[in-house]
């Protein structure tokens, strides 16, 4: 089926159309910068400021996205427009008569992309769009409006509320709800045996075969490191030739913020963590903690001491959603190219996120894409929660990509040999490469809607193809560690080779959506 081909090529061949149908196109829409919550961004506001200042008023303004081609020599042209003229120097463009129709209203501009992709983006009024289109001409690539990101735990139509769709508790022979009393009885023993569960860095490390004792509530680990059923409560990693805990390998989160205190990513024997921040391009600040508590809950699945698969990899937080999930492509291209530029290889990117279904970006799927192919950087996203073709959702349609689909275990939370399955809501079809564990999954918390109190101590639960992502994500810095130059394209295909097959129940689902389930372990059958 070309159906991804096809929809990627309507999607590419509006964006592409010439810059005199731009302008028509431009002088008719409405605006779509983001609003989070029910407040503005601080950068929003910021430059509301600015412009307020400068006589334009907010009405008179839309956010867009601009992108030049790559190898045009238009970075000059773009610090100018943008007023970034280096400032206290005497600095003057080679065609200063040309340039001085290219600027720009004092602050209209927010990002400057140079890495993966080259543009700004920004909020600007009819009159200014026509400047850049002038001013850039053939040089401009993609002329887009600010669009939505979303995190995929709750995104497109609502999925049901959270453990109602999980049957597994075995009743008088038969698969009832799982219910908030079963679920306390779960966390109450994974809390127990955390205590007194502890291991040395150095056996974490280690190319011996390591054994973690599970509790039930990690039945996520637990599935992914077997063929059979039913689980075994125990998550076996390691080689003789790879300590299967990432060692040497980074996964950049481009979420909603982490909690880096928490004791997840500390090392068993030192008061150091193995989380740091990247950058937050929501409220334009060094600090991209979490308010959502999704990126902790993501980051901790991928690399946590105790509910992580890579024990020993690194994580970066990336910030470009809000506190409630929702955040603007502008920002994610942000972060895209801050990785690009920034990134300490081998590099990971977790994308637990889509833009909402009949959305697209193509300058959003050019940066993710650019991101792989230019940078050698794997990228991990989420199909999405509407229960639709991933196809139709980007960025879970690039095939470059690797795009994690949810699935659930009938008695994960008992030791029958039940079925397997999809997740109710999770998108499926050809876009899809592999599945792996995204319903009640059992993670650290880091927000206030999901624990009370959070602290660097707390844990949550959480479904959806977001928690599904990092998971894959742990199995990939693991192969990374073996083979820490491979590429990408190579890197793929071991993942999906060693999955294990035909295990879920796909009747309904057509016959493009994979039957593959995520495996952990190298050579092990």
Known sequence: ???????????NATMKATIASLLLILGSSRSTHVHLGGERSSTEAHARARNESSGVSEKEMQAYIFTVKKGTETKEKIEWACGMQHEGENWVPKNKTMYERCLLRQGACHHLYWTAIEGFSGLFTEEEVKTITECFGEELEYLESDGTVEKTESQGRKPPELHVESQAFPKGGELHDVTSKDLEAVDAQAQSLQEEFHVTDELVKSTAIKEQPLPTALWNLDRIDQRDLPLDKTFRYGTAASSESGIGVTIYVLDSGVRITHQEFRYWDRDESRASYGYDFVDNKYEADDCDGHGTHVAATAVGRIVGVA????????RVLGCNGVGAVSDLVAGLDWIAKYADKPAIVTMSLGIRVGEWSAIMEAAVSRLIYEHNIAVIVASGNSAVDACNVAPANLPETITVGASDLASKF???VGG???????NTGHCVDIFAPGVDVYSACGGQERCQPVTDDSYTWASGTSMAVPLVAGVVANIFEAFPSIDVYELKQNLLTRSTEATLQLAGYGEETPNKVLYSRANAG
């Open 414 to 416: 008992s030791n029958a």
């Open 311 to 318: 024990k020993s990899a690194k994580i970066v937080s990336v």
């Open 1 to 11: 089926s070309n159906t991804c081909f096809e929809a990627r090529q309507r999607a």
């Open 420 to 426: 397997e399955r999809l997740y109710e809501w999770s």
